[in-house]
């Protein structure tokens, strides 16, 4: 059984800068694509960044590109997501997920999610 535990989340404001991580326990880590998601109040929740099992593959939404990075500790089992530059629009419950084994990059398929983690960006 793999879980997942968000930290790092909490108030910054607009130009700040948080790192919010992930840690994964259960089964191997390191075959796992791996990606962070976020919900706003009132939105759907979408897709932030994505990171490949062994880290050589990344993608952003082009909303967070240039100022988000995604990065992964293999031998710590940790996620990380470093915010920097955030805005308020940035504000929202981030998640972080683990993809089935054998989903395609791009098209991931993500069947465990952690509890989430509150960010909140004043102006």
């Known amino acids: 059984q793999v879980q997942l535990v968000e930290s790092g989340g909490g108030l910054a404001q607009a130009g700040g800068s948080l790192r919010l991580s992930c840690v994964v326990s259960?089964?191997?880590?390191?075959?796992?694509?791996m990606g962070w998601f976020r919900q706003a109040p009132g939105k759907e929740r979408e897709f932030v960044a994505a990171?490949?099992?062994?880290?050589?593959?990344?993608r952003y939404a082009d909303s967070v590109k240039g100022r988000f990075t995604i990065s992964r500790d293999n031998a710590k089992k940790t996620v990380f997501l470093q915010m920097n530059s955030l805005k308020p629009e940035d504000t929202a419950v981030y998640y972080c997920?683990?993809?089935?084994?054998?989903?395609?990059?791009?098209?991931?398929?993500?069947?465990?999610w952690g509890q989430g983690t509150q960010v909140t960006v004043s102006s």
């Open positions: 259960g089964r191997t880590f390191g075959y796992y694509d």
């Open positions: 990171i490949s099992w062994s880290g050589g593959r990344i």
């Open positions: 997920a683990k993809a089935l084994t054998g989903s395609s990059w791009g098209s991931e398929e993500y069947d465990v």
